[in-house]
């Protein structure tokens, strides 16, 4: 069964500063993994996803991950965060299902507080 | 671009009463998923419908119903509402049961 873990539910930082919020998924077959986020009040936005090929993953706004398949890991960075960028944000992992479908089985989410 | 339209985006029910959501996906998708939201937690998936063909269900409760029609949208029509059924309902679509979900920006529904 799929699973994801989100290790940090609240991540402050500085406006400028780097920030990493990290994701720790379980499979037992291929994966696709994806982050999304949800700023306050609105609906889920993708940032990026990993499907296969490269391990390093660049997707909107200036969001980066990396696919470490031996430590089981799809950490989501930003060299440089913005007030915008607060918001929550949840790394998802796409899980089957019979007859060919697939559903996303989210993270509890992280929040990430951007501070002036 | 185009993105999926929910529609009402916040609705007030009382208990016992019945709530129909509705779902547009991204033109040419073919596939939709419902997911609920509730208050600080993880979306949870509820059903996904390709060519109308509904697939395995999630945590959906029986007294909640899905379809996908001919045009591609979906209707979840929820019965006996509880004050549980209180959360942020979202729909999804995708070009593909195995494409990457695109989602909209939600319904509110609120059960007093």
């Known amino acids: 069964a799929q699973s994801v873990t989100q290790l940090d539910s609240q991540v402050p930082v500085f406006e400028e500063a780097p920030v990493e919020l990290r994701c720790n998924y379980s499979?037992?077959?291929?994966?696709?993994l994806f982050w999304y986020v949800q700023y306050p009040n609105q609906g889920l936005q993708l940032l990026l996803k990993y499907l296969s090929g490269s391990t390093l993953v660049k997707g909107i706004n200036g969001f980066e991950a990396e696919f470490n398949k031996s430590q089981t890991s799809f950490h989501l960075r930003k060299p440089s965060v913005h007030i915008s960028d607060t918001a929550e944000y949840f790394c998802a992992v796409s899980a089957p299902l019979s007859g060919g479908y697939n559903k996303l089985i989210f993270g509890a989410g992280t929040r990430l507080a951007v501070h002036p | 671009a185009a993105g999926v339209i929910q529609s009402p985006r916040h609705l007030i029910k009382e208990k016992r009463e019945t709530a129909t959501l509705k779902c547009y996906p991204i033109?040419?998708?073919?596939?939709v998923y419902w997911y609920q939201q509730g208050p600080g937690q993880d979306p949870q998936f509820l059903i996904s419908?390709?060519?109308?063909?509904?697939?395995d269900k999630g945590s959906i409760p029986d007294r909640f119903s899905a379809q996908q029609f001919s045009d591609y949208h979906s209707e979840l029509n929820m019965s006996s509402l509880e004050l549980g059924d209180s959360a942020l309902y979202f729909c999804?679509?995708?070009?593909?049961?195995?494409?990457?979900?695109?989602f909209g920006p939600g319904t509110r529904l609120t059960v007093l």
């Open positions: 419908f390709y060519e109308k063909m509904q697939s």
């Open positions: 999804a679509s995708s070009l593909g049961p195995t494409d990457t979900q695109y």
């Open positions: 033109p040419r998708h073919d596939t």
């Open positions: 499979s037992s077959v291929s994966v696709y």
